[in-house]
């Protein structure tokens, strides 16, 4: 029986399964972690100790399952991106790795390459402005203030690209990953910018471009004593997370979207031509030759988890009840969910969380669902950025966020869309395996393991009321902006 390994580090757990070629599960293995937040503004972790750590821990769990006959056919892994990983040549990492858009530190470099390059020229050859998610400023970043860490460095990675290398000791990067190193990547070109990128990387080589299912090489002898994987065992490139855990349930053809609810929440739409706008981010797709639209938030599960902290902890399940008991709408409150500032479509990471119409009926309830419905004013936001490209056509609803009673209904009743929810849950870990089966040729390009197993209705009786808070709510980010950028740069005592 030919198996295929897939795992991927997400921003709280690293997760690993193991699946045939009909996509049917043979076992799974999960590792929870967190990031590291040493400044504000900083998001990291320590790319060796904690992925390469936690990718070498769940293949050898999983490669202790593998049943009698069975024989490992290939493997790929994914990861949060895009991600900075700067290491020498023994593929020892220089400084923790940089993480994607909620890492702000980059945010004077940004504008700085923004003035020498120009606003208009990133838009057009990069298809996507300069903000934090970028990596380019942060290399940027790294160069000015780390001057010592960057000379010594002799490649950059990201996430999945740094596994890969230490599993087969080939320096690749995927077009996608490429696609988000804003303004490294020429998109519309599916190449690197040349240019922008020499003067950006200095002496730094550029890693040799792939696509996420090819094969870039071979499990070496030391990569197989650390994990328990064979030598020899053919690794698939891999990709950003999201974009993995799209193409896991079927987004794949102009008009599929995917809504990730997670600690934030990432969208994912693929587009049947090239189409930039300032307010979101442009990328290659997952298969070859293909283009995507995708934008992010900087809080959604993690500002529910805040809430549940500071109101004292109780249980997820007793929470729901609470806020389930307060009506659409929550009573007058709305929330802007931009605690730790936001990516799309705005791009403010001085941007900050405001609770507007609070009074004392005001309960835990009502913040719960005000939070929930917040979130999904910002979804709303994006998807009406995203039908000037593309009409939206399929939306397919995947993470963990789901289990919330609450969120996923909130959201289709303030967007209008019904949501598709696939039986298979797993995540990118398992768009992970089916790239592996299509690299070695296992399965054709085309195969699509998804099933879906229910569809989330909006309920047409909150159209009008949600329409009246939505417009409300647009307001509050402009009105208060001005306010809460003289408060974000207030000193920490």
Not at 222 to 251: I, K, L, N, R
Not at 332 to 343: D, Q
Not at 373 to 391: C, P
Request: charged fraction near 20%.
């Amino acid at each position: 029986m030919d198996l295929l390994l897939g795992i991927d580090m997400g921003t709280g757990s690293t997760k690993g399964v193991l699946v045939d070629a009909s996509g049917s599960v043979i076992a799974t293995e999960t590792v929870p972690h967190s990031m590291d937040l040493p400044r504000p503004g900083w998001a990291e972790v320590d790319a060796e100790q904690l992925w390469w750590r936690e990718v070498c821990q769940i293949s050898s769990a999983l490669m202790a399952q593998l049943p009698s006959g069975g024989r490992l056919a290939g493997m790929c892994v994914s990861g949060v991106g895009p991600c900075l990983v700067l290491c020498d040549d023994a593929m020892r990492p220089l400084r923790p790795a940089i993480l994607y858009g909620i890492d702000t530190r980059a945010s004077a470099e940004i504008t700085e390459l923004t003035d020498e390059l120009g606003e208009a020229a990133i838009l057009q050859r990069a298809g996507t402005l300069l903000s934090s998610q970028a990596v380019g400023p942060k290399l940027e970043w790294v160069r000015i203030h780390e001057p010592d860490v960057f000379e010594r460095a002799t490649g950059w990675y990201g996430s999945n690209s740094y596994i890969a290398a230490k599993l087969t000791g080939e320096y690749v990067m995927d077009h996608h990953t490429a696609s988000q190193c804003d303004p490294l990547y020429a998109t519309r070109e599916f190449e690197w910018n040349v240019p922008w990128a020499q003067r950006i990387c200095g002496h730094l080589p550029l890693p040799r471009l792939v696509w996420p299912s090819d094969v870039v090489g071979t499990v070496t002898p030391q990569a197989a004593a650390a994990t328990g994987v064979p030598v020899g065992t053919p690794v698939s490139a891999g990709t950003v997370d999201a974009y993995s855990e799209a193409f896991s349930v079927g987004v794949r053809r102009p008009g599929d979207q995917m809504l990730m609810y997670g600690s934030t929440m990432f969208l994912v739409q693929i587009i049947g031509e090239y189409h930039s706008d300032p307010a979101l981010w442009t990328t290659t797709g997952v298969e070859h030759d293909t283009l995507a639209l995708a934008a992010g938030t900087s809080t959604a599960g993690s500002l529910i988890g805040w809430l549940q902290t500071v109101t004292g902890g109780a249980s997820f399940d007793e929470l729901m009840a609470e806020a389930s008991s307060v009506p659409p709408g929550s009573e007058g409150l709305l929330v802007l969910p931009y605690l730790a500032g936001e990516r799309t479509p705005v791009f403010d990471p001085q941007a900050r969380g405001v609770v507007a119409g609070l009074t004392l009926r005001h309960g835990r309830g009502h913040l719960f669902r005000a939070a929930y419905e917040g979130i999904s004013f910002g979804i709303r936001q994006i998807l009406e950025r995203f039908d000037d490209a593309h009409t939206g056509a399929r939306t397919v609803a995947v993470g963990g966020g789901l289990r919330s009673p609450i969120w996923a209904q909130a959201l289709s009743d303030i967007t209008g869309r019904p949501q598709l929810v696939p039986e298979q849950a797993i995540g990118a870990s398992y768009g992970d395996a089916l790239l592996a089966a299509i690299g070695v040729g296992l399965v054709a390009p085309d195969t699509d393991w998804a099933k879906i197993a229910t569809e989330i209705k909006p309920d047409a009786r909150y159209r009008g009321l949600y329409d009246d808070l939505y417009a409300t709510w647009r307001e509050l980010y402009p009105a208060t902006k001005d306010q809460v950028h003289r408060l974000a740069a207030q000193p920490i005592v």
